[in-house]
């Protein structure tokens, strides 16, 4: 390797939107893998009408780019300027004509390209036809100018592009394991998220709704940390549900606040509306995070990384059905006051969900191929 060589990490979204905290931490996760094999790791995203060039969390250039023509114009000329011959790209949604020959133009400059998709397939979550016209046009096209793409579900091929399979990683210096609180009468449930339709948090909300119509010996109280489209549903669900004693909208949170949360839950709450994006299998940060720090959690999909016969795992149906509250009850009765539940999590993440680990196939593509 040359030391004046780089490689570029791309991303089309604006990485520093409050409501993207999640992919951001996930793009600084990669790149700091990626860091220990290149000589240099850049980062450039779009927000705004301005592209940006990032080394070490800093901009060192930036340029006016009011059109995805002068996007992808300014990515070419950086990957000229910092001699890139490594990119790493998110897919961009929907693939268009200047999409194409900003793809074949990596591929003239001699480009080692691999073409992340975080969803597929992704029909289902793009909601405007339009998009997904202007998509389908194109996106069978991409294979011309990419041979190799990565996933996060069993596909072994994407648009007739070769995959690796990836699974979401997580930072483990960035989640420390919780303080496990002592058993009581409370159980504390935790939905940390951007709060999209594919969450289904009502399905928790309505399960309250049915459980307090006849309450057993437990309360229960519903920590939901985030922000983001539907968050006024759940609000509105609150209040005609009456909850409000039993949850509590506590916005985004980070670092020693974040901990708080986790050391005050007993059950985490995963995604549990993968189903309105007809999704079966997804691999979400989430329940990596939970893992890592030792929080039990329930979840409604097929997750490549879990089996769902884990101790602190309970799977529910992809579907838009109300929790079984007995299950929620039955995991927290089972994993309660048990260190070495948290002990095996956290084993497990570290065996399974290091980033270092996960993307040691695309470091060898990269670097071999």
Same mark, same amino acid.
């Given at each position: 390797?040359?030391?004046?060589?780089?490689? !570029?990490?791309?991303?089309?979204?604006?990485?520093?939107?409050?409501?993207?905290?999640?992919?951001?931490?996930?793009?600084?996760?990669?790149?700091?893998?990626?860091?220990? =094999?290149? @000589?240099?790791?850049?980062?450039?995203?779009?927000?705004?009408?301005?592209? =940006?060039?990032?080394?070490?969390?800093?901009?060192?250039?930036?340029?006016?780019?009011?059109?995805?023509?002068?996007?992808?114009?300014?990515?070419?000329?950086?990957?000229?300027?910092?001699?890139?011959?490594?990119?790493?790209?998110?897919?961009?949604? @929907?693939? /268009?004509?200047?999409?194409?020959? !900003?793809?074949?133009?990596?591929?003239?400059?001699?480009?080692?390209?691999?073409?992340? =998709?975080?969803?597929?397939?992704?029909? %289902?979550?793009?909601?405007?036809?339009?998009?997904?016209?202007?998509?389908?046009?194109?996106?069978?096209?991409?294979?011309?100018?990419? !041979?190799?793409?990565?996933?996060?579900?069993?596909?072994?091929?994407?648009?007739?592009?070769?995959?690796?399979?990836?699974?979401?990683?997580?930072?483990?210096?960035?989640?420390?394991?919780? /303080?496990?609180?002592?058993?009581?009468?409370?159980? %504390?449930?935790l939905a940390v998220a951007g709060f999209y339709f594919h969450h289904g948090f009502e399905r928790v909300l309505e399960s309250l709704h049915k459980y307090y119509q006849n309450p057993g010996i437990y309360d229960f109280h519903l920590y939901m940390v985030g922000d983001g489209p539907e968050r006024r549903t759940y609000v509105h669900l609150v209040k005609e549900y009456g909850l409000e004693q039993y949850v509590e909208f506590c916005g985004i949170k980070t670092g020693a606040a974040l901990d708080w949360y986790y050391d005050n839950a007993d059950i985490g709450i995963a995604p549990l509306g993968v189903y309105k994006a007809d999704i079966v299998s997804v691999a979400p940060i989430k329940t990596r995070e939970y893992c890592s720090r030792g929080l039990p959690f329930i979840? %409604?999909?097929?997750?490549?990384?879990?089996? %769902?016969?884990?101790?602190?795992?309970?799977?529910?149906?992809?579907?838009?059905?109300?929790?079984?509250?007995?299950?929620?009850?039955?995991?927290?009765?089972? /994993?309660?006051?048990?260190?070495?539940?948290?002990?095996?999590?956290?084993?497990?993440?570290?065996?399974? !969900?290091?980033?270092?680990?996960?993307?040691?196939?695309?470091?060898? =593509?990269?670097?071999?191929?």
């Open positions: 390797m040359n030391y004046s060589e780089s490689m !570029f990490y791309i991303t089309h979204e604006n990485i520093n939107l409050t409501g993207d905290i999640g992919v951001k931490k996930k793009i600084y996760a990669q790149v700091r893998v990626f860091a220990k =094999y290149f @000589p240099k790791c850049l980062i450039t995203y779009y927000a705004y009408g301005m592209a =940006y060039l990032m080394e070490d969390g800093h901009v060192i250039d930036k340029e006016i780019a009011l059109s995805a023509q002068e996007r992808f114009r300014c990515y070419s000329h950086w990957m000229k300027k910092y001699h890139c011959r490594w990119v790493y790209m998110r897919c961009l949604i @929907p693939a /268009t004509y200047n999409y194409l020959i !900003f793809l074949r133009d990596m591929k003239e400059m001699g480009v080692r390209l691999v073409l992340e =998709y975080p969803t597929f397939p992704y029909d %289902g979550e793009v909601k405007n036809e339009e998009i997904l016209r202007e998509d389908r046009e194109y996106r069978n096209q991409i294979r011309e100018y990419v !041979f190799q793409a990565t996933t996060y579900a069993k596909n072994k091929t994407v648009y007739g592009m070769h995959t690796i399979e990836l699974q979401n990683g997580v930072d483990l210096q960035e989640n420390p394991v919780r /303080t496990m609180r002592k058993k009581d009468n409370n159980i %504390g449930l979840y %409604g999909y097929e997750d490549i990384g879990f089996t %769902g016969e884990e101790p602190y795992v309970r799977k529910v149906e992809n579907s838009s059905a109300p929790l079984d509250m007995s299950t929620v009850i039955e995991l927290y009765e089972s /994993t309660v006051e048990n260190k070495s539940i948290i002990e095996g999590m956290r084993n497990y993440t570290e065996e399974n !969900f290091s980033w270092d680990i996960l993307l040691e196939d695309v470091v060898e =593509y990269m670097i071999n191929n």
